[in-house]
T-cell receptor, first 113, second 114 residues
Framework: DAGVTQSPTHLIKTRGQHVTLRCSPI?????VSWYQQVLGQGPQFIFQ???????GRGNFPDRFSARQFPNYSSELNVNALLLGDSALYLC????????????FGQGTRLTVV | AQSVTQPDIHITVSEGASLELRCNYS??????LFWYVQSPGQGLQLLLK??????LVQGIKGFEAEFKRSQSSFNLRKPSVHWSDAAEYFC????????????FGAGTTVTVRA
């Protein structure tokens, strides 16, 4: 079975640009969460979506947004990129909203120059 | 709100020696607890998890962890380390009331010397 897949694996953007990151959860999983991992730190929670609705949001500015599609895949959008947005963005999927373990993808490495 | 502290930033251990990584959490009740491992440039792989029940949890790759409520700890152990265990290890906590949000520690980097 395929695990959590994220695309692209790497990308480089310029300050002020917009970026869209994509995530496909494990088949049968209805919950997708996004995390930001800055170099040398642990992942920080950004969003959780379950059944296409936002169920949780971390302490991130409104420049960050996300959505979940009918097939449970998800997009993370970041507007007006800053140098500080450079990080590994991780997507995690789980079967339900809670009470189960989360499986992480390999991440998207975003570099803002 | 829940939080996690991993007191050790970096640990060096000899191959074949035992390993223990410390994790302390802050949460008002019994949390969900996890240990993840991350190789350079990679995503997170779940080693083991604790939701309830037996406080000694067995995981993959020969790892185990023990939940100690009195110490608010969930330390990870491995009796004999292999060179392939060199990686970064993250402890994470989830609150049963909203466990969709995992709070991670800053991580412990493990170096294995021959």
């Amino acid at each position: 079975d395929a695990g959590v897949t994220q695309s692209p694996t790497h990308l480089i953007k310029t300050r002020g640009q917009h970026v869209t990151l994509r995530c496909s959860p494990i088949s049968g999983h209805k919950s997708v969460s996004w995390y930001q991992q800055v170099l040398g730190q642990g992942p920080q929670f950004i969003f959780q979506y379950y059944e296409k609705e936002e169920r949780g949001r971390g302490n991130f500015p409104d420049r960050f947004s996300a959505r979940q599609f009918p097939n449970y895949s998800s997009e993370l959008n970041v507007n007006a990129l800053l140098l500080g947005d450079s990080a590994l963005y991780l997507c995690a999927s789980s079967m339900r909203q809670g009470g189960t373990e989360a499986f992480f993808g390999q991440g998207t490495r975003l570099t803002v120059v | 709100a829940q939080s996690v502290t991993q007191p050790d930033i970096h640990i060096t251990v000899s191959e074949g020696a035992s390993l223990e990584l410390r994790c302390n959490y802050s949460y008002g009740a019994t949390p969900y607890l996890f240990w993840y491992v991350q190789s350079p440039g990679q995503g997170l792989q779940l080693l083991l998890k604790y939701f309830s029940g037996d406080t000694l949890v067995q995981g993959i790759k020969g790892f185990e962890a023990e939940f100690k409520r009195s110490q608010s700890s969930f330390n990870l152990r491995k009796p004999s380390v292999h060179w392939s265990d060199a990686a970064e290890y993250f402890c994470a906590v989830g609150a049963p009331s909203n466990d969709y949000k995992l709070s991670f520690g800053a991580g412990t980097t493990v170096t294995v010397r021959a």
